[in-house]
């Protein structure tokens, strides 16, 4: 028996109405305020469209005209041209610029839609799924577009010459995705081990075309095909925009890929920018003074808590509109070094490692005062790693470990810990004085404030914390050969569904941060949480695996291994002339949907 | 060979020397450092099996002589290896990058040269004590200004006022719009960047001048050409001048070497596409050949500057040619 997708745009989630409540409460600045029936209609119509389902034919309208061309900025510069060699940020957005994938999550909505593949059928073993391409879809150097160059794109990615960093989310149990196609326009993929987020794992993965790098992955040099010095003319895509020039240190220019197989509601092709440009701006106080004077239309990330002064003066002069996303989706932890080998001669084992430990430490930070204190007032307190920023997956219902400076004292003192020679820091059953080394991202100052906050916190309690503010490389060889006592870390969630990023959870994993790549589970609740992995892995039903996750996140958040303080708000600024933006938690924020968007021609 | 086509030869292989121990020594203290390329591709949540078949494809398994000895035989045939990042021959990656830091580094000097110097011989050698005390006063407040922080503060400048460009070194409008128009579009972006850069220069250049100047002023040489009647102006700017200018001409040298690192932190606040935002991004990502490349022109900046220091010096002491 088979299911059929359907209605995969379903109804706008609580973001999108909370920024509409927002406008219409009069929060918002009056020349944004000015637009609110056209983006309210606009809106309207995106559900209309979801009824129908076909984002094929997309129903937002640029409201004042079509046409026009986009300045925004990028903070470094793509490492390649070809997204299956590289994952950072501006590969990743030059990718989604010119390239497109078989299905899209619709940031907005948080569901599957088609795209490259207009529907799909899922069998009931949970593995199967067979996709039908949408018909007479052509790259933008003309080839057309069919079921070899899905064949070609797998192969490429799962290919070990090529060492693609994408092909280690593909694959299951170490194994890789089957692919066959029955027909030029049929693709069959089939999952090694029943995977319930089923097809939504192939939003990440850029369809190539097989008659231009064909040749390449046969010579052995796919690696370096498509690299930033390919000339614009030898590159092609499914995207709505293609490349026109890149100036290295300075700018892409990208133009409308007239071949786009994406319409409007009305007939109209997408996208509706003539062109989008991104300027390389390493410094992101030049970013933002560079949105704020008018130069460009968008910024790369979110807007910094210290920045918002400066941005509403630029909204009160109706240069800038901020959107608020509420609560990010990616949130700093603190984590102890787990791993018994790591810490096998280390005196403080016996009380670093232990639970009792890390739920002391959580008890004795007071999360509010945290989150005014880093995030200027403009973060939630949280106990757990899923976020009020995730609709779908984030519970209340975990265990909370509210400011509690007795309780925290009373557990450390069970560990032996007490101030035995009265100078104010505790020492152990050895006279060890209790103290660890934080290691944190030098430079990142939202991380260098907290690990602050965290040593005076725990100072209070005898605690003694030595900061060691670490440049990036060396933190993350430290951090992989597991090379510290603590650190104040935080990593990007490539997806808001939980099995997106097993790597975290499974004790197996790799992003297990606090004792990875375990053979077997070190301890008896890590074995739970891998058992009921796998158990909702093999669910279909929604509600059911939300339930067993909610078990998982309880499991995790009762031992701690990741002390989670804050999740900082997280708001995005373009220039009001840019229309039709629906931002996103995830990267990248409001270009995720670059072909909808639009500006509005100078007054 | 004559005195001083050797001593040209001894500070040409000098050159040749620093250019090879700066460029190896940055080679080595990078591979020495925690971390390496493949850490940074994958980031923190990674197997050590994927890391171990990242190094082996990388070429990073290797130990780090072997490595040094590869690029060491490379550079014997001015190949400065591949960058790990962008998968490109390194010479390819500096060339332009090259071009564009010494553009903002010549105009800068020129500048720091054009506003210094004149100024340092009026402090040394008027006698109104009001104008040489803000002179002076001037320069010290120059040199306490640090590039970063005048970039950072220009860059709030040209935000609030519209009139200079916020970053970058074209712009989108100029591409297609002509050379000469683009030369002036370039122009326009250099101003704040390379004042930025200029104006501590032009206020070492000023007190050192002008100290020289006023040493300069109290030689026999000057008493007696003024006491033949040579008008004051011409003795100062023709003949005091040219003693004077001696010490200064003597630390150029090292003025251009603190023009690069300075310009490496005003290309990274006004977007400046050069050589110093392309060793930042090489020496975050471990890209080793990349940072080597980087560093072994930035020495080439150095050890010319210092040539032309020493020409400077010969052209104005003709004892130095004799000896």
Redesign the interface.
């Given at each position: 028996m088979r299911r059929r997708s359907e209605a995969v745009i379903g109804s706008k989630t609580s973001h999108a109405w909370r920024t509409i409540g927002q406008w219409i409460n009069g929060t918002r600045q009056p020349m944004v305020r000015m637009r609110v029936c056209g983006v309210l209609a606009a809106l309207a119509g995106l559900t209309l469209a979801a009824a129908c389902g076909d984002p094929g034919r997309a129903v937002l309208t640029p409201s004042d005209g079509e046409g026009g061309a986009l300045?925004g900025t990028i903070r470094?510069?793509p490492?390649?041209f070809n997204h299956l060699l590289?994952v950072e940020n501006e590969t990743l957005l030059f990718s989604r610029l010119t390239q497109a994938s078989l299905v899209r999550i619709n940031r907005t909505t948080d569901m599957v839609e088609p795209w490259l593949a207009g529907s799909w059928e899922s069998e009931d073993d949970g593995r199967t799924h067979r996709l039908a391409l949408r018909p007479d879809v052509t790259f933008s150097d003309g080839a057309p577009f069919t079921s070899a160059d899905v064949l070609f794109t797998f192969e490429a990615v799962y290919d070990?010459?090529v060492?693609s960093?994408l092909a280690?989310s593909l694959r299951f149990d170490g194994l890789p995705i089957e692919v066959t196609a029955p027909d030029d326009v049929t693709v069959v993929v089939r999952f090694p081990v029943p995977y319930s987020p089923g097809v939504r794992v192939l939003d990440s993965l850029p369809m190539l075309p097989k008659h231009l790098l064909e040749p390449a992955l046969r010579a052995g040099t796919f690696?370096?095909a498509w690299?930033?010095?390919t000339a614009p003319t030898e590159l092609a895509g499914l995207g709505p925009f293609a490349l026109e020039?890149y100036?290295?240190?300075?700018?892409l220019?990208f133009a409308k890929n007239p071949r786009y197989w994406r319409q409007d509601a009305g007939g109209v092709q997408l996208p509706y920018l003539d062109g989008i440009?991104l300027?390389?701006?390493?410094?992101q106080?030049?970013e933002m003074?560079?949105l704020?004077?008018g130069?460009v239309d968008l910024i790369s990330g979110g807007v910094r808590a210290e920045d918002f002064g400066g941005l509403a003066r630029a909204a009160h002069d109706g240069k800038v509109q901020i959107h608020d996303l509420g609560v990010d989706l990616n949130a700093d932890f603190l984590f102890f070094n787990l791993r018994p080998e790591a810490m096998a001669d280390d005196p403080r084992r016996s009380w670093l490692q232990h639970r009792d430990w890390r739920l002391a430490v959580s008890h004795a930070v007071d999360r509010v005062s945290f989150a005014n204190t880093v995030y200027l007032g403009l973060a939630q307190p949280i106990h757990g790693p899923i976020t009020p920023g995730n609709g779908t997956w984030f519970t209340p219902e975990l265990p909370k470990f509210e400011y509690d400076v007795q309780r925290a004292d009373a557990l450390l003192a069970g560990l032996g810990l007490i101030d035995r020679d009265g100078d104010g820091l505790r020492e152990d059953a050895t006279g060890s004085p209790v103290r660890f080394a934080l290691l944190t991202h030098q430079g990142n100052s939202s991380r260098e404030r907290a690990t602050q906050v965290l040593q005076a916190d725990l100072s209070q309690l005898g605690i003694g914390v030595d900061l060691v503010p670490t440049?990036?490389?060396?933190l993350?060889?430290?951090?992989?050969s597991m090379d510290f006592d603590a650190a104040y870390?935080g990593?990007l969630a490539t997806d808001t569904d939980p099995a997106g990023n097993l790597?975290?959870w499974l004790s197996s994993?790799?992003?297990h941060?606090w004792n990875?790549?375990q053979a077997t589970p070190a301890s008896d609740w890590e074995a739970r949480v891998d058992a009921l992995i796998s158990e909702q892995l093999q669910v279909a039903d929604l509600d059911r695996r939300v339930e067993l996750f909610n078990e998982i996140q309880t499991t995790v958040a009762e031992n701690q291994p990741l002390v989670y303080f804050a999740a900082s708000r997280l708001s995005v600024a373009t220039s009001t002339r840019l229309t039709n933006v629906e931002p996103s938690v995830l990267r990248p924020h409001v270009l995720w949907n670059a072909d909808m968007l639009a500006v509005n021609p100078p007054q | 060979m004559s005195p001083f086509a050797l001593f040209l030869a001894r500070r040409v292989a000098f050159a040749v020397l620093l250019v090879l121990l700066v460029s190896s020594g940055s080679m080595w203290l990078v591979s020495l450092?925690?971390?390496?390329y493949a850490?940074?591709?994958?980031?923190?949540?990674?197997?050590?099996a994927?890391?171990e078949?990242?190094r082996e494809?990388l070429g990073l398994d290797r130990s780090i002589a072997e490595q040094y000895g590869d690029w060491l035989s490379g550079l014997v045939r001015l190949d400065l290896g591949t960058s790990l990042?962008?998968?490109?021959p390194v010479r390819?990656?500096v060339g332009?990058?090259a071009c564009?830091t010494a553009i903002l580094a010549a105009t800068a000097l020129f500048i720091a040269t054009l506003i210094g110097l004149p100024l340092g011989v009026i402090a040394g050698s008027s006698s109104a004590a009001g104008l040489v005390s803000a002179i002076r006063g001037l320069s010290v407040f120059g040199m306490s200004l640090p590039p970063l922080l005048t970039s950072?503060v220009f860059?709030?400048f040209?935000?609030r006022t519209?009139w200079f460009?916020?970053?970058?070194?074209?712009s989108?409008r100029a591409?297609d719009s002509g050379a000469l128009a683009g030369l002036l579009d370039i122009g326009w972006h250099l101003v704040l960047p390379a004042l930025a850069l200029a104006l501590p220069i032009a206020a070492t250049l000023e007190r050192l001048l002008a100290r020289s100047m006023h040493e300069t002023l109290q030689e026999p040489f000057i008493l007696a050409a003024l006491a033949r009647g040579i008008p004051r102006r011409r003795v100062v700017w023709r003949h005091a001048l040219r003693v004077a200018i001696r010490p200064v001409a003597g630390i150029y040298g090292v003025i251009v070497g603190g023009l690069l690192s300075g310009s490496f932190a005003v290309e990274?606040?006004?977007?400046w596409?050069?050589l110093g935002?392309?060793m930042?991004?090489a020496l975050?990502?471990?890209d080793v050949q990349l940072v080597a490349g980087c560093a072994a022109v930035g020495s080439v900046f150095l050890a010319c500057g210092n040539l032309l220091s020493d020409f400077a010096l010969a052209a104005a002491d003709p004892r130095l040619r004799e000896e």
């Open positions: 300045v470094g510069e490492r390649t590289a070990d010459a060492g960093p280690d690696r370096d690299d930033v010095t020039s100036v290295p240190g300075q700018r220019v440009t300027e390389v701006v390493s410094d106080n030049t003074l560079r704020e004077a130069e440049e990036f490389g060396t993350i060889e430290r951090i992989t870390f990593f790597d975290f994993g790799a992003s941060f990875p790549n | 450092a925690p971390g390496d850490t940074q591709l994958r980031g923190p949540g990674v197997s050590s994927t890391l078949r990242d494809r990042r962008f998968a490109r390819e990656l332009m990058r564009n950072i860059a709030f040209a935000a519209g460009p916020i970053g970058g070194m074209t989108l591409v990274l606040v006004t977007a596409p050069g935002r392309l930042f991004d975050i990502s471990r």
